[in-house]
């Protein structure tokens, strides 16, 4: 087979990126040890966004004390290379920081998100590169600005602030809902973040208000952008209040690992995700990957797999699920269980092509 590229999204709650990408190579040096297995981390802006820019790009990374979701303390990273700050909002304001019990958007908070910005411009960086994703919030991105007053202007409002007039913003992030209404952040992201249908109302009438708002003091309004209803809203913020630039989390990733060069003599691209159906093809890492292979053939792998046809007329060609279908769910989710069913699955792709 020669040289095969693995770039498989995190299995979430069971593998990361990587360890999903290692059990693949696995599979296949186990019976072609000749094989160039070429691994690439991935994320789509998400969890797991920090982890696979640095392994691309490298740089340093920068521990900051800051508030998570509810305003308790925590130790986040963000990423410094030269100029450019990379930022995993999940680290700081992420639905992973919190309990099922404690999730409740009403009252979570992004502020952590806008004390990370505030470092990076303290320490010099001229372009902050946020990947949107996994968030806990609601609430619009007003935390984030809020912090960013609290720390640039503790005494005055969002015009006094000087500090950000030289600084570029890009969001990246594969969400193009609209802020508000029935594809908005509230109605289509705040029940698996913890809200009710009486919140959902509560919140996406609260977005309304504050895009309104935000609409006079500016003169124009950006709720309706590709991308406002990312993170809860949060795209919303960098679009409406810092002039930010939307971009494609895959897109951003790939770039900075020189993708195309890397598919230059590969015979094979293995990519994958925890669950593959119909909304794969709207955005999602592996259609992503499909796009960008030009004509080397995409292998699609999942733990679930629904609308295997729809799937294999996008462009995959082979669409296999890694998990029999009698395994029970909690063994499904067992990692090394997920490990021992990648690395057999990958190897029957092989095998069968």
Sequence with gaps: MGKIIVAIDSFKGC????????????GI??????????????????????????????GRMQDVLVNDPLMRPIVAQYLINGDTAVIEMAKASGLTLLSPEE????????YGIGTLVADAVRKGCRHIIVGLGGSATSDC???????????????????????????????ATDVRNPLC??????????????????????????????????????????????????????????????????RSGIDLLLDAVRFEEQLTGASLVI????????????GKLPFGILQRANDVPVVLIAGRIKDHESLLEAG???????????LPLEEAMNPETAKRNIALTILQAIITR
């Design 15 to 26: 593998l990361t990126s990587a360890e999903a990408n290692r059990a693949a190579a696995e």
């Design 29 to 58: 040096l186990s019976q072609m040890s000749e094989a160039e297995v070429i691994q690439i981390p991935v994320s789509d802006g998400g969890e797991g966004w920090l982890e696979a820019v640095y392994s691309a790009m490298g």
């Design 103 to 110: 999730r409740n958007p009403m009252v979570a908070t992004s």
């Design 141 to 171: 991105g007003m935390g984030m600005l809020q912090a960013i007053i609290d720390s640039f202007a503790p005494h005055g409002s969002w015009g006094d602030i000087q500090a950000l007039e030289d600084v570029r913003f890009t969001i």
């Design 181 to 246: 209404g029935e594809k908005g952040a509230a109605q289509v992201f705040a029940p698996q973040k913890g809200a009710t249908p009486e919140m959902v109302i509560a919140l996406d009438e609260r977005a309304r208000r504050f895009a309104e708002e935000s609409a006079l003091r500016f003169g124009y309004d950006r709720q309706e952008m590709p991308g406002a209803g990312a993170a809860g809203g949060l795209g919303y913020a960098f679009l409406q209040y810092l002039n930010a630039d939307c």
């Design 271 to 282: 990519t994958g995700e925890g669950s593959a159906d119909r909304q794969t093809l709207m």
């Design 316 to 326: 995959f060609s082979q669409v296999m699920c890694i998990n029999p279908p009698d």
